[in-house]
């Protein structure tokens, strides 16, 4: 915490506070530690998503296909640029389903936005096949998966920073990463108010959307540690995954942002655990009264009856854990996985 602290005394003797030096070093050395250039810090992992979809012309009357189980800000941001969601069902790893995509499409069909959820990368191979066959863009929702191997292989890579995830903030912040010049040249303008080159003279709608400086500070000084964050998050899942009887499906590089299982008769397991768990998530977004569609999705729904996230974090020790296998192995017993 002392090299946090002291990069945050810096800012404030600095007196500046936007979009100054402190977020153009920690676009360059995000650049840096994911191999790619174009990254441009905003003020949340949602706004990353949005102005992405809107810099790469996404808009009304398009059509995005993107999965149902995920948080809500991922259909949020295409619902906010005035194209359509279209849900395509999860598989076993929880994330999109290729082999369902392709029957999703249509001529409106303008980009398939993937999430890499709790930290496992979506089979980016077939899902980047289907589009290059079908010219469509591909959006990344990376807010759960900074450091998962693969990043990078669509059109824009969205992360988060809020304080759970791999690269922990102290409030809210987010990046995005555009393969294109000209799509991160957009983006850099509508975060700004629709600003490019001259204060005051705006050239589009934009939206006031600045990674502050306080935050790009704080988060240079963890980026450093990023790897050995997830290194000791991945140690921690492989003991889980030793002495689990219900550890979850990892086909592909796994950060492990959440640790989640599947347990039938999940409410019943939860009441004879004495840790806090959470459930991600507990209905399919298409059921949210914001965005109601009358579909089904299997898959989804029988993953937000039996989903439960036990306790994971660069914080804790193995010793931590073993107590969590233990009440949730015995819980079971009495409570056998679907």
């Not at 810099?55 to 995920?70: K, S």
């Not at 279209?86 to 001529?107: A, G, H, M, Q, R």
């Not at 936005?113 to 289907?130: N, Y």
């Not at 086909?251 to 989640?260: A, E, F, L, P, S």
């Amino acid at each position: 915490m002392k090299a946090e602290l002291f990069a945050i005394r810096r800012v404030l003797e600095s007196g500046q506070f936007i979009l100054n030096r402190e977020v153009e070093a920690f676009e360059k050395e995000l650049s840096a530690y994911l191999k790619m250039p174009g990254v441009l810090g905003v003020n949340s992992g949602t706004d990353a998503l949005v102005i992405a979809l809107e810099a790469l012309g996404i808009g009304e009357g398009d059509e995005v296909i993107t999965t149902p189980f995920t948080f809500f800000a991922t259909t949020e941001a295409i619902l906010r640029v005035g194209a359509k969601p279209v849900f395509c069902d999860i598989d076993k790893t929880f994330c999109i389903n290729p082999d369902l995509i392709e029957k999703k499409i249509t001529s409106r069909t303008q980009a398939i936005l993937v999430v890499h959820l709790f930290g496992q990368l979506c089979d980016m191979i077939r899902i980047c096949s289907i589009a290059e066959n079908h010219n469509l863009l591909i959006i990344e929702d990376a807010a759960q998966a900074l450091g998962v191997k693969g990043l990078g292989q669509g059109d824009a890579v969205c992360l988060s920073f809020y304080p759970t995830k791999n690269l922990p903030g102290i409030g809210d912040g987010g990046a995005i990463v555009f393969k294109e010049e000209g799509a991160y040249r957009r983006a850099e303008m509508l975060r700004n108010h629709g600003q490019r080159d001259r204060k005051h003279y705006h050239e589009h709608i934009g939206y006031n959307s600045r990674l502050d400086e306080i935050q790009a500070a704080v988060l240079r000084v963890r980026l450093k540690k990023l790897d050995s964050y997830i290194t000791i998050r991945r140690g921690l899942a492989e003991i889980y995954n030793a002495n689990l009887d219900c550890p979850p499906v990892a086909i592909r590089d796994h950060t492990y942002n959440q640790y989640v299982i599947r347990v039938k008769d999940r409410e019943d397991l939860r009441g004879q655990l004495s840790f806090p768990t959470s459930v991600y998530y507990p209905l399919p977004i298409y059921k949210q009264k914001a965005c109601r569609q009358n579909i089904v999705c299997p898959q989804t729904e029988q993953a937000c009856k039996e989903t439960l996230a036990l306790p994971i974090g660069h914080k804790m020790k193995p010793e931590d854990i073993l107590p969590v296998i233990s009440e949730v192995n015995n819980g079971r017993q009495a409570s056998p996985a679907s």
